[in-house]
Nanobody, 126 residues
Framework: QVQLVESGGGLVQAGDSLRVSCAAS????????VGWFRQAPGKDREFVAA?????????NYADSVKGRFTISRDNVKNVVYLQMNSLKPEDTAVYYC??????????????????WGQGTQVTVSS
């Protein structure tokens, strides 16, 4: 079993950057694919980015964040990061990380994940 804890959210202005982190404890994190999702008030949870367990292949991104967000991981520190640049008010949401122990693939749908963090709030003001 792996436990996930997100951190790094906050209130920023449009155009700013922010990095959120997902720290994992428990079993060997390098065997887990990880994804970031977000949920804005009144909306469904949506996919943001996904990285394979090795981080060795090109990550997957939602079209809405492509070119602005970067997902990365450090399997020594057991942390996955989401670097968010050029933030927009529509990026405002609770950001969740999710993990699944699997082969070296990327998972872009929420039902593919087994473990979830509690979320961290990101608010972008205009």
């Amino acid at each position: 079993q792996v436990q996930l804890v997100e951190s790094g959210g906050g209130l920023v202005q449009a155009g700013d950057s922010l990095r959120v982190s997902c720290a994992a404890s428990g079993r060997v994190f390098s065997t887990y694919a990880v994804g970031w999702f977000r949920q804005a008030p009144g909306k469904d949870r949506e996919f943001v980015a996904a990285i394979s367990r090795s981080g060795g292949s090109t990550a997957n991104y939602a079209d809405s964040v492509k070119g602005r967000f970067t997902i990365s991981r450090d399997n020594v520190k057991n942390v996955v990061y989401l670097q968010m640049n050029s933030l927009k008010p529509e990026d405002t949401a609770v950001y969740y990380c999710a993990a699944r122990r699997t082969i070296d693939v990327k998972i872009t749908y929420s039902s593919g994940y087994e473990h979830w963090g509690q979320g961290t709030q990101v608010t972008v003001s205009s």
